[in-house]
């Protein structure tokens, strides 16, 4: 079964960088569209952090994070990263890797458009 497996998470004081990566599988890479990183924190919606559009020339980033954080994608890989610099305790959260798909896959009887990955923990503390 198709899954996107993300690494790169961890503990790092505020000011300190990490590189989160996210591999999606071969059998969908003609059919990845935007790929995006997400971060959600207990009781609070999923929070969009950076986009980046199928051929990569085209990013976005919210407000908190521009500045300080890059996403990039390498479609010979299938792989978006997103770089960390500067980091403040309000970074810390789970971040979630999402794949849009252009052509919907089908499996069984299931239609699937979009894939998200398992999550990353990503805690800034002194």
């Known amino acids: 079964q198709e899954r996107l497996v993300e690494s790169g998470g961890g503990s790092v004081q505020p000011g300190g960088s990490l590189r989160l990566s996210c591999a999606a599988p071969?059998?969908?890479?003609?059919?990845?569209?935007?790929m995006q990183w997400y971060r959600q924190t207990p009781g609070k919606q999923r929070e969009l952090v950076a986009s980046?559009?199928?051929?990569?020339?085209?990013?976005n980033y919210a407000d908190s994070v521009k500045g300080r954080f890059t996403i990039s994608r390498d479609n010979a890989k299938n792989t978006v990263d997103l770089e960390m610099k500067s980091l403040r305790p309000e970074d810390t959260a789970v971040y979630y890797c999402?794949?849009?798909?252009?052509?919907?896959?089908?499996?069984?009887?299931?239609?699937?458009?979009?894939?998200w990955g398992q999550g990353t923990q990503v805690t800034v503390s002194s």
């Open positions: 071969g059998s969908i890479a003609n059919s990845i569209n935007v």
């Open positions: 999402h794949v849009d798909l252009i052509f919907p896959i089908r499996r069984g009887s299931e239609t699937i458009n979009d894939f």
């Open positions: 980046i559009t199928r051929g990569g020339g085209y990013t």
